[in-house]
């Protein structure tokens, strides 16, 4: 039979096995000290690129956000709400001063952002809630923004099964700062890539997580991986050897130029763009020249090459969309950290109280065996003392039939009667008392078990909750 704290050590003990994380497939590069998930307005990209309304009320308040709907009377105004929330606000028109509308001149699009560790700051299931929105708007043109040091290969693989049916329908356009290993991935695997003057792309390279660090990945995974990158690049129509160089080591590539036009090739004449033993990263100049990309100098540049002209983000909900997944993604992920940490807190304060526990715990049994004892004893007094009573009742009728054939029956009967009564006072005194002195071992080791019991609880109860 568990006791209390056997029974709250193996509960705590388990749920902090449970909580654990398996090793997981990641890929190449690791960049320290970076913003965490989407920024609402990161500075690279500038806030031209947003669909904004700004509503300024006769009392003086103001809102900005989205005009989803409106009438004679009144507007709804979606606005969004940091870190990961969305409100929509119902505004009287005759209660507004001024209203300033986001510009919608030339073509639409709409932007989804790719930032930060995929699989941590950016999810599979981030980037899908953000392309559903994106094909309920019938978003003709889809801007994917990244800046991402790579992450978690099966959430990119997510991402690009995401991706490729979509961009067979759909403009899908890769807006490039940084991206790295599974980043890279999903930018090429998008039939238009674009870079900042100082973007950078490749890397990509898998490697899991074991209990010493970053370890490479068997034969078997490599093969799969570089297969699905390969397919993912070509479904983009990028060139099968850019991918391969961001993620073979021993593949030397060089580039020359025919007609104007980048080509590939693994051997020489041409200038080496990758030596062997090395991994292909690309600046945007690089990747220019490769026919990777062109290099958006601004916003305005990127719309320019894109369209031919102005355009415009005909709603900000995918972007939102993904924001607000991920927040919700993060804000798991610190209830979990909490609970691990509040489950291994427990767990020290459990070990704190464990020789004391145990010490009492041993103690518990000893009074159990000494009570039982004393109940067992004080039962065969009982029993031995019942059979002498019975022994002095016999021989009291015994003595009554001889008194009949006494010369003086009364007398003799008196006798017997006195005899017994003497007899049956002396068992019960001698009885008595060695019962009495078991029933007070019994009773005083109750208590002290009861005692220590109570002691037990009120360790119990002080540890730090789950």
């Known amino acids: 039979m568990k006791s ?5 050590v193996c509960s705590t003990v388990m749920a ?3 909580a654990g994380t398996a090793s997981t497939y990641a890929d190449h590069i690791v960049i320290q000290n970076r913003p965490s998930g989407p920024e609402p307005a990161p500075q690279w990209i500038g806030p031209a690129a947003f669909h904004l309304d700004h509503v300024l009320l006769k009392n003086g308040k103001s809102f900005d956000g989205e005009i989803v709907s409106e009438n004679k009377e009144a507007l709804k105004l979606e606005i969004f709400v940091p870190p990961g929330y969305t409100m929509a606000r119902k505004l009287e028109q005759a209660s507004i001063k001024t209203l300033t509308r986001s510009a919608h001149d030339g073509s639409p699009y709409v932007l989804i952002p790719v930032f930060g560790v995929i699989g941590r700051d950016i999810t599979a299931d981030a980037l899908h809630a953000g392309l559903a929105k994106a094909v309920a708007a019938k978003a003709p043109r889809i801007i994917l923004v990244i800046d991402s040091p790579g992450g978690r290969i099966d959430q990119m693989c997510e991402m690009v099964d995401d991706l490729l049916p979509i961009s067979q329908k759909v403009e899908v356009v890769a807006y490039v700062k940084t991206a790295y290993s599974a980043a890279a991935v999903i930018a090429m695997c998008c039939p238009h890539v674009y870079l900042t003057p100082d973007g950078v792309i490749g890397a990509a390279v898998p490697f899991r997580m074991s209990d010493n660090g970053p370890a490479d ?7 799969g991986f570089e297969a699905k990158i390969r397919a993912s690049t070509a479904q983009g129509g990028h060139a099968d050897l850019l991918i391969r160089g961001m993620s073979e080591p021993d593949l030397e590539i060089y580039l020359t130029h025919e007609n104007n036009v980048p080509v590939l090739r693994t051997t020489a004449p041409g200038k080496l763009i990758k030596a062997k033993g090395q991994i292909l990263t690309l600046t945007a100049h690089e990747a220019s020249d490769c026919g990777l990309g062109q290099i958006a100098t601004d916003w305005a540049d990127l719309g320019k090459q894109v369209t031919g002209g102005r355009w415009y983000e005909s709603t900000h909900r995918p972007w939102n969309a993904v924001v607000a997944v991920v927040e ?6 610190r209830d979990l950290a909490e609970l691990q940490q509040r489950r291994l807190a427990r767990r020290a304060a459990i070990e704190q109280i464990r020789p004391e526990c145990e010490a009492i715990e041993l103690r518990i049994n000893e009074l159990a065996a000494k009570s039982l ?29 001889a008194a009949q054939s006494q010369p003086a029956p009364t007398a003799a009967m008196a006798q017997a009667a006195e005899t017994k009564n003497k007899r049956a006072a002396s068992v019960r005194q001698s009885y008595q008392a060695k019962i009495a002195a078991l029933h007070a071992q019994d009773q005083a080791a109750r208590a002290e078990a009861a ?3 109570s002691r037990e609880r009120q360790m119990i109860a002080s540890l730090p909750a789950e």
């Open 328 to 333: 919700e993604h993060r804000q798991r992920e």
């Open 451 to 453: 005692r220590l019991q």
């Open 373 to 401: 004892a004393a109940q067992n004893a004080a039962h065969d007094l009982v029993t031995r003392g019942n059979a002498e009573l019975q022994q002095v009742e016999l021989e009291y009728q015994q003595a009554l039939q």
């Open 16 to 18: 902090v096995v449970m």
């Open 4 to 8: 209390s704290f056997t029974a709250v």
């Open 217 to 223: 990945v068997d034969a078997k995974f490599r093969s």
